[in-house]
């Protein structure tokens, strides 16, 4: 069965830099992108960006260009997200999601990312 | 930049039907999906491509587009649909999500 499985919670301090692995199995990897998603407490889903697992491209919004990094390792199906320059409202659970033909089929338990001094 | 708009909750009761709006320019000529978030979990894709529901989705939820909004309609609902709801499209490059619905069952 399809699952995506991310790394653990993380608390950082403001200005510091955090990054979140996926690891996708049970399909083709290479066949999907990833895209990410998060939720702060209590708000709505905020897209991050999405990378192709097949040739590394990437598209990041642009409220986030320039501050997140997304990267694929096929040899462990693994996807990674680095966020740079945390600030407090960057406190979130961090979601990586299946992506194919614009929709979000499969998503990953959530990372909890804490920002706080 | 664009925005999907979604009342912050709607109230059902056991067995009626519930209606989930989701307003943005031109929607309609979108595809929309939505999304089902019970507390502490992942979201859970409900509806995808307007109203195409993907298996193992129960028959009670079903979708619709037209004009400025998006419709998600759970008919018959039970008490396992309460949860929030977030619709989604895509515009100029970028995935957008709903500002989201809590739908409780009285």
């Known amino acids: 069965q399809v699952q995506l499985v991310q790394s653990g919670a993380e608390v950082k301090k403001p200005g510091a830099s955090v990054k979140v692995s996926c690891k996708a199995s049970?399909?083709?990897?290479?066949?999907?992108?990833i895209s990410w998603v998060r939720q702060a407490p209590g708000q709505g889903l905020e897209w991050l960006g999405w990378?192709?697992?097949?040739?590394?491209?990437?598209d990041y919004p642009q409220k986030f260009q320039g501050r997140v990094t997304m990267t694929t390792d096929t040899s462990t199906a693994t996807t990674y997200m680095e966020l740079r320059n945390l600030k407090s409202d960057d406190t979130a659970v961090y979601y990586c999601?299946?992506?194919?033909?614009?929709?979000?089929?499969?998503w990953g338990q959530g990372t909890l990312v804490t920002v706080s001094s | 930049s664009y925005e999907l708009t979604q009342p912050p909750s709607v109230s059902v009761s056991p067995g009626q039907t519930a209606s989930i709006t989701c307003s943005g320019e031109?929607?309609?000529?979108?595809?929309v999906c939505w999304y089902q978030q019970k507390p502490g979990q992942s979201p859970v894709l409900v509806i995808h491509?307007?109203?195409q529901r993907p298996s193992g989705i129960p028959e009670r939820f079903s979708g619709s587009n037209s004009g400025n909004t998006a419709t998600l309609t759970i008919s018959g609902t039970q008490a396992m649909d309460e949860a929030d709801y977030y619709c989604?499209?895509?515009?100029?490059?970028?995935?957008?999500f709903g500002t989201g619905t809590e739908v409780t069952v009285l």
């Open positions: 990378i192709s697992t097949d040739n590394g491209n990437t």
């Open positions: 989604q499209a895509w515009d100029s490059s970028t995935y957008v």
């Open positions: 999601a299946r992506e194919h033909t614009s929709l979000f089929d499969y």
């Open positions: 049970g399909y083709t990897y290479t066949t999907y992108g």
């Open positions: 031109k929607l309609g000529e979108k595809y």
């Open positions: 491509q307007d109203n």
